[in-house]
Each structure stands twice: as C-alpha cells, then as structure tokens.
C-alpha cells in the first residue's frame, strides 16, 4: 500500500509519503516571498507546485508507477460530506474557475491529480475531509440575520481525526460518544461531535481570537472600520494582523509567554483573555448536547503549551476530562482516509457540481 498526501499552504507544501500503515517520508517545502510573488494567485502556483512535488518524489526514490492513491488536502468546495471524495473534472473545475474563495487548499486536489496522471491506470486522486465539510443540523446554521447562514467552515480534517483517535484510545465509540474538539493554531476551530457527526463549530471569524484572527468582534465599531479600509485591507486585518499580533505584534505564543514570564502584565491580561475566550467557545457548545459530553480535545499547535491546556483545564475539565493531542495530524489522517478507500473499507464520493 503506497500512499503519496500533498497538503498545500499559504507558504509551504507538506508532501508526504505512506507505506503499509505508516509514514515513511515527509517534508514541508517551504516557498519563499520571492517564488510567490510571480502569482497572482493560489490557483497560478499549480505547475510551480507540481514540479517541486515531482523532485521530492525524485529525490525520495518514490516511483508514481507504483503508487495506488494520491490524496490532496480539500479545498473551498459548496458543502459536502464528511470522508473521501475522488477527485474528477467537475471539482477540478469549481476549484479553478467557481469557488469565491482564493485559498491554498483548492491547489490539493488538483495537485493530487496532477501526480496520478503519472501513475498506472490503477491510481486514484482522493481529497478527504475538506475544510467545507458540512454534518450542520437545521437549527445551528441559523445567523440572527435571514439571508446570511452560518457555515460549517474549519479544521475538519484535523478535528475529526482527533475526535476519533481519542474515542478509539478512550474506550468510547465515536458514533455514539461527544466530544468538543478545539484546534488552536493561527485560527482556531471548535467543533462539537456528536454520535459520529460534527454537527455544529464555531469558526474562525465568529469566536474567540486566535495567535493571529481576529475572530468575532464587536459589530459596531467593525462597521465603521470597513468605511476607513478596503475589503483587502479588512481582510488582512480579520486573518493575518489580528489576534495576538495585534496586540503582541508576532503570533507567536511561545515568544508571548516568554515575555509575560519576565513581567509584562499588560500582555499577561491578553493572554488570559485568549485564553478565557477559548474557554467560552469550549463551555458555549457544551451546551448543544445539554452538558452531556464525554471528553473535550485539544489540538493545533498551540496545545503545545502548558500554560494555555492547565489553564483551559482549570476552566472546562468540569463539563468532561480535557485530552491533549498537541499538533497538526492532517498528513497521517489523509493517508489513513485514502487507505481505507483503497482497501475497500469506504467509498470514495462522486462531487457534482450544477
């Protein structure tokens, strides 16, 4: 079982490469300021990006002959279902001429077919579990506002992996079992799954703030700030200079703590207040399952720190005991997704676009 996973981000291609159950090669293919600023945009960097994937592939003595899947991480497709979609013309399409939002994932499928058209007839291109997977019920998409729907937009991929790796350690079932799964990293993402399906999450741009998103923020005074700044600028603002760059001017949270560590107050506040924000989203969903939740997960790179999980434990282990799965798990679960499809254990879907 050969299994190539390309994940595609802003600055950095992470490939890496599965053997029978394990991953054996991987590397994150930093590009510089100076290779992107040829692009306009993502979509532009498919044959810079292939080529590098192709020397990787090279230099690793990796043989596209003798792969059985490629799987890309999923881009900005309409909502879909969770698990793996093969890739085909009609996605390919969407993600270059359709989709409204220009992101690096919508490269992960069309790079991942890229690479199967240089492997035997038995090769199949795969996404699995894009950041637009959608188990939303009826009553979580409702806004405050008709007309505007609140999306099932995040770390799907990482948080369902996580969601049911702690289930199968934890001696639950993950269909039958809920658990609040909060990825912490430059944005954060907090679902709730319940009985196998992530029916509802707070996204990145509604709840707390992350090392550099803005999350919600009050309406009003944003109102007025969009007359002062262009949509460019606004957006810069919400996804890259907010957060704790805002405040600490770098979204690093090892650096932050090391200054609050040598006696800066104003910024220890801050940090709380991150802190205590993440906490509110954790206890808000709580409350979708009436309290009734059997373990909270936390994950992304931020997880790393132990500032940030005792004191996340302080504040939520009463709802359910707190697990640390520290990191990003998305090349090991886009591998693991491909290779139940290739060994018959899933089907892989067929994306429609009309």
Known sequence: ????????????????YYVDGEIIEEQSISHTTEELQHFQRPIDQIDFRR???LSFMEEKAINPKELDAVVGRGGIL?????????????????LKHVTTVEHPSNLGAILANEIKLKGNDKTIALIYDPVSVDQFEDIARISGLKGIERKSIGHALNMRA?????????????????LIVAHLGGGNSISIHHKGRMIDSISDDEGPFSTERTGGVPLKHIISL???KTEKEMLRLYKREGGLKSYAGTSD????????????????VV????????????????TVTNGQVDRIVLTGGVAHSKVVVSELEKRTGFIAPVIVVAGEHEMIALSKGAE???????????FQYN
């Open 340 to 350: 139940r499809v290739v060994l018959g254990q899933e089907t892989a879907q067929q």
């Open 271 to 286: 940090y709380d207040a991150f802190i205590y924000q993440i906490a509110k989203g954790i206890g808000g969903l709580a």
């Open 78 to 94: 309409p909502p879909v279902s969770a698990g793996a979609f093969e890739v085909n013309e009609d996605m390919i399409h969407y």
């Open 253 to 268: 949270a090892r650096e932050i703590e090391a200054r609050i560590a040598d006696g800066d107050e104003e910024l220890k």
């Open 162 to 178: 996580v969601a049911m790796k702690v289930a199968r350690e934890e001696g639950l079932d993950y269909n039958s079992s809920t």
């Open 51 to 53: 080529d590098i994937l």
């Open 226 to 228: 969009c007359y002062e």
């Open 1 to 16: 079982m050969k299994i190539l996973a390309i994940n595609p981000g802003s600055t950095s291609t992470k490939v890496s």
